[in-house]
């Protein structure tokens, strides 16, 4: 049985579950609450020394962690992952897009808005991160203009994005700048099996 140790309001491991779910694996979910310090344990560094959900137990002794590392290991043979090479490489890079130019402008920023107090982090790194969000939304947007989605079709590229971008606004995105990227929201939402944030 595949055990996700996760926290609930990450969108790195939300993209894990929501695949999960698409794919139908059943999983037992454990919460390890990052504000609480309990992916620092040191069992938990046994099982991931980078000390971060979202982390997979494969269940026989080995562990996955890094989302989009997991979004790859479930997708292989699904139609999640293109099995062409060259459009295999081209998801990956939206997926290394995702984790150098996204999820460091637009996770964190919500993160601090979050969880942070003001003073708590610093104000003109927040405003650079926002600025280089922003880009980031920008490169999706124009992609977005001519594609319906982030591969050939639907697939784990769309879950990786779509986890931190839905949530854009709460690290001070406005979304309304950028409507090729509120229509594929709601296609995403509209896929079979989709399951929210907030579901486990
Ligand atoms: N690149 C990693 C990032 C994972 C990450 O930053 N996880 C955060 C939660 S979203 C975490 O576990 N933070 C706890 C900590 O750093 O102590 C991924 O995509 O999985």
């Known amino acids: 049985m595949l055990t996700l140790y996760d926290f609930k309001s990450s969108g790195n491991g939300y ?22 310090g309990e992916t620092q344990t040191p069992q938990f560094l046994e ?3 980078n000390g971060k959900v979202p982390l997979l137990s494969l269940g026989d002794g080995r562990f996955l962690a890094e989302s989009n590392a997991i979004l790859l290991h479930l997708a292989e043979g699904t139609r999640f992952l293109p ?4 459009q295999k490489s081209k998801l990956y ?5 995702e984790q150098y130019s996204h999820e460091p402008n637009i996770a964190t920023p919500r993160f601090w808005k979050n969880y942070l107090k003001v003073g708590e ?6 405003k650079r991160r926002q600025l280089a969000g922003r880009k980031a939304l920008a490169v ?8 319906k989605f982030f591969g050939p079709q639907y697939g784990i590229a769309d879950i990786a994005l779509y986890a931190y971008t839905h949530k854009a606004e709460e690290g001070g995105q406005i979304l309304d700048d ?7 929201i709601d296609r995403v939402k509209s896929q079979p099996g989709h399951v929210t944030i907030e579901d486990i």
């Open 15 to 36: 993209k894990v579950r929501l695949l999960l779910h698409q794919l139908r694996l059943p999983f037992i979910y454990v919460e390890t609450n990052i504000l609480k």
């Open 47 to 49: 099982m991931n020394p």
């Open 83 to 86: 099995s062409d090479s060259w």
């Open 93 to 97: 890079e939206w997926l290394f897009f």
């Open 121 to 126: 982090y610093d104000e003109e790194e927040l």
């Open 140 to 147: 999706m947007e124009k992609h977005l203009q001519e594609q």
């Open 178 to 184: 950028f409507p090729a990227i509120k229509d594929w």
